[in-house]
């Protein structure tokens, strides 16, 4: 016997704008997130940014044995499900008020990072971590997903100190950036696939460019 996957209902963020930052380690999310912060709040714009897994009490607790070199045998479905549970935090405490708010809101990972590195990267299924995360977070989906794209060894080289996550071989993190490039052909509507290897300010101006051609006046 066999059960199949209830479909979750979707909901988008508005009357808010929500935009997530995806992509391998050290691909430079922050950085552009700081970046174009700035920019929203010269047009105007009151924005909220995050970061996942965190962001609440709870989400920076889980945290802590997520990315804790200590627990090296935490298992795969357990990470998955902690992420998950992190993130229905974040999105219940932060997110979801920030959005009602009509702010913009600026995640610094969401529910592509689940699905890149628990369902395709770990090998616990694409489909099955996608209903979980949009269980946890009652279906809500970004507006934009901004990809930063860059080659895992050039990435890789940037992590100073590696938590659990990042000491993972590189076929771990060539499985993830692919992940991601195939998410992005999926939804090419909700995903900006950027090149990573460009100048940070090149990286920032097309960012800017597609969020304020998103964005309503
Ligand atoms: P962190 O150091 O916070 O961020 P980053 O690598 O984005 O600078 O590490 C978060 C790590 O957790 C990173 O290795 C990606 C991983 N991760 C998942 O595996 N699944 C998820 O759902 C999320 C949000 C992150």
Redesign the pocket.
Known sequence: MTASLPDIPLRSAGPGFFVTFE????VG??TQIELLKAELIKIGKTVVTT????GTTAAEAI?LV??GNQYQDLSDRS??LL??A??ADVVKNVIDPALAAGSVVLA????D??????GI??NLGELEVKAL?LWATRGLLPDLTVVLDLDPTIGMSR?KQP?R??SLAIEFHIK?RAAFLHLAHLEPTRFLVVDASQSTQEISELIFAKVKSRLTP
Do not use: M
């Open positions: 992509g391998g380690e050290g999310k922050s970061r996942e897994p965190g945290r997520l990315l990470e998955a992420f998950a992190a993130r610094d990972r969401y529910l990072s689940s699905v890149a590195y628990q990267a770990r995360s992590v938590d996550l990042e993830v």
